[in-house]
């Protein structure tokens, strides 16, 4: 099995779902694969990249942990923004997660909440307090709830 087979499967995708994410045809995954053709450096950083979970990938059965993360962080109420509430997440997106922070929480804890997230999900987290938040943000926001992992 040629290492880009491997990864793919790794990532749980498809040829064509890969080829997608990559902006090439599912014919050429196929020749990568089989050793018919050698990637190019370029394919291939752009081949490992759209191997990345979008950050709604990385979150998927991770609910409850970040939950926990935040109350040890002194948030409550975390709800997902942005793209990845809109569903329109890639793997160049970021988690954006916003958060209502207890009156003794600080910056500092909200910096090492995003840093404890961003750990476990393996993807860039921005962390935001409600208190700051536009009303666009507080109407499109996504409440977190945990899920049982499948």
């Not at 990845?84 to 910056?107: E, F, M, Q, W, Y």
């Not at 962390?127 to 977190?144: C, D, G, N, Q």
Request: hydrophobic share 45%; glycine share 6%; aromatic share 2%.
């Amino acid at each position: 099995m040629t290492e880009i087979r491997a990864m793919r499967l790794a990532a749980g995708l498809t040829q064509a779902e890969l080829a997608a994410r990559a902006g090439t045809a599912r014919p050429n995954i196929a020749a990568y694969e089989s050793g018919a053709k050698v990637p190019s450096p370029e394919v291939r950083e752009r081949l490992i990249a759209a191997m990345r979970p979008t950050p709604s990938e990385a979150l998927r059965g991770h609910e409850a942990e970040v939950l926990q993360i935040a109350e040890r962080n002194g948030a409550t109420r975390v709800r997902v923004i942005g793209s990845v509430a809109k569903g329109r997440d890639t793997v160049d997106s970021d988690l954006d997660l916003l958060v209502d922070p207890a009156p003794t929480t600080s910056l500092f804890d909200l910096f090492h909440l995003e840093d404890e997230v961003a750990q476990l999900l393996g993807v860039e987290v921005e962390v935001l307090s409600a208190r700051t938040a536009s009303a666009e943000m507080l109407a499109t926001a996504v409440e977190l709830r945990p899920t049982s992992a499948a």
